[in-house]
T-cell receptor, first 114, second 112 residues
Framework: GNSVTQMEGPVTLSEEAFLTINCTYT??????LFWYVQYPGEGLQLLLKATKADDKGSNKGFEATYRKETTSFHLEKGSVQVSDSAVYFCALSALSGGYNKLIFGAGTRLAVHP | SQTIHQWPATLVQPVGSPLSLECTVE??????LYWYRQAAGRGLQLLFY??????ISSEVPQNLSASRPQDRQFILSSKKLLLSDSGFYLCAGGTSGRETQYFGPGTRLLVL
């Protein structure tokens, strides 16, 4: 079946540190991959996405590359800020019963300290 | 892109009371609509999805139900709340044929 596995948090970093949040997936076919971000007390916001192998999604300094050979979609940022503190969800899109279903990982909490 | 509205933002209800959470969508017609629940500190569980008016599919058996009386309105209901219904409820919308879902701000429900 389809599933998403993320590294467990929390991830605690100092401001300007390099960030990596690992995400691997299991899927039939070639799903699209997403990263969503959830700030405290809010809903989820789409951060970036990639629709095919070797695509790189990027937004707000975050990047993730769709790696088919390692079934991974790791999120990276070169220099984090305190305002990046949030929960990050990796997800894949799978066609199910005629509609596109998003399957989420458990989420990784990021805390950035000044 | 779509804009998803949800209300109320926060709700405290006694066990056994009814529930009605509303979600409305702007910026698209005939969206696919979804209700998710997020338990404290955990990921998202898909509860219901709808591809059109009156068309509801349930992902998991539970104490809740959903309805879609209008194209851009999606309602989550319960006749009698349980303690285990507490959580953060998120509505999402997506365009048919496209994979990206857009989320509302969520409703935090506490059942006491």
């Amino acid at each position: 079946g389809n599933s998403v596995t993320q590294m467990e948090g929390p991830v605690t970093l100092s401001e300007e540190a390099f960030l990596t949040i690992n995400c691997t997936y299991t899927a039939t076919g070639y799903p699209s991959l997403f990263w969503y971000v959830q700030y405290p007390g809010e809903g989820l916001q789409l951060l970036l996405k990639a629709t095919k192998a070797d695509d790189k999604g990027s937004n707000k300094g975050f990047e993730a590359t769709y790696r088919k050979e390692t079934t991974s979609f790791h999120l990276e940022k070169g220099s984090v800020q305190v305002s990046d503190s949030a929960v990050y969800f990796c997800a894949l899109s799978a066609l199910s019963g005629g509609y596109n279903k998003l399957i989420f990982g458990a989420g990784t909490r990021l805390a950035v300290h000044p | 892109s779509q804009t998803i509205h949800q209300w109320p933002a926060t709700l405290v209800q006694p066990v056994g009371s009814p529930l009605s959470l509303e979600c409305t969508v702007e910026g698209t017609s005939n969206p696919n609509l979804y209700w998710y629940r997020q338990a404290a500190g955990r990921g998202l569980q898909l509860l219901f999805y709808s591809v059109g008016i009156g068309q509801i599919s349930s992902e998991v058996p539970q104490n809740l139900s959903a309805s879609r009386p209008q194209d851009r309105q999606f309602i989550l209901s319960s006749k009698k709340l349980l303690l285990s219904d507490s959580g953060f409820y998120l509505c999402a919308g997506g365009t048919s044929g496209r994979e990206t879902q857009y989320f509302g701000p969520g409703t935090r429900l506490l059942v006491l």
